[in-house]
């Protein structure tokens, strides 16, 4: 059974009600620096806490010591970040479903950083997800299948290079073999007809964000 991870950012997270239900006794939960205070806010405790400690304070540092959390500390001067720390903890930890939360805030460069990471070759035969509020994002290279409701917003974001051979099954704005250029908007604002829907990619990179609700603007 692969093992599933989640891994805690620093960013804000107001609602975990979503975060929550991907959470059972087997979940290895990981704090990424002040992300750490996010897992304690759910009544959890985190496995390990991993980071360069900048964004925890002393009294939180201190609960996790008397709680025997692992906490691993690296230099503030470091090509790495934080949550690519976490990232690569779990999967030395024989994680391959991986989660991340918290990825927002206020830093748009650490957002940004973060989404550009998953589309990285060698976490490619990953199954990672960010998870935000009513968001979920994934990049995917060949098929997806996901599930929600009628009116559910989708939008279809090519990262890199061109995205060639998409196909679509279930969206308002059904695609076919189709082209998303690089930088194009025309993926953007898609909707479910019903409670599943389905996208495959020949070559290329997409990132799929699909907002549960629809209570989201449908300008194109």
Known sequence: MNRRA????????ADVSRVRR??????????????????????????????????ISKK?????????VELIKYPAEKDI??????????????AKEIILAGVRGTASDHFIGNLLMLAKKKYAGLSIKIVEGKEEMRLIRKHIR??????DIVSLLPIGPD??????????????????????ARGIR?????????????K?????????????SRNR
Do not use: W
């Not at 939180?60 to 025997?68: A, E, Y």
């Not at 898609?190 to 020949?202: C, L, P």
């Open 6 to 13: 989640i891994i805690f950012c620093n960013g804000d997270l």
């Open 22 to 55: 991907y959470i059972d006794k087997k979940t290895l939960l990981v704090g990424c620096d002040g992300g750490a205070s996010h897992i304690l806010s759910l009544g959890l405790v985190p496995h390990v806490v991993i980071g360069d400690f900048d964004s």
């Open 60 to 68: 939180t540092q201190r609960l996790l010591i008397r709680k025997k």
């Open 81 to 94: 970040t934080d949550s690519e720390l976490g990232l690569q903890y779990a999967i030395q930890k024989g």
């Open 146 to 151: 996901i599930t929600g409701k009628k009116g």
């Open 163 to 184: 995205v060639r051979g998409i196909t679509t099954r279930g969206l308002f704005y059904p695609l076919k073999k189709a082209i998303l250029k690089s930088g194009t």
């Open 190 to 202: 898609n909707r479910m007809t019903g409670k599943h829907a389905e996208i495959t990619v020949q």
């Open 204 to 216: 290329g990179t997409l990132l799929i964000i699909h907002h549960f609700g629809s209570n989201l």
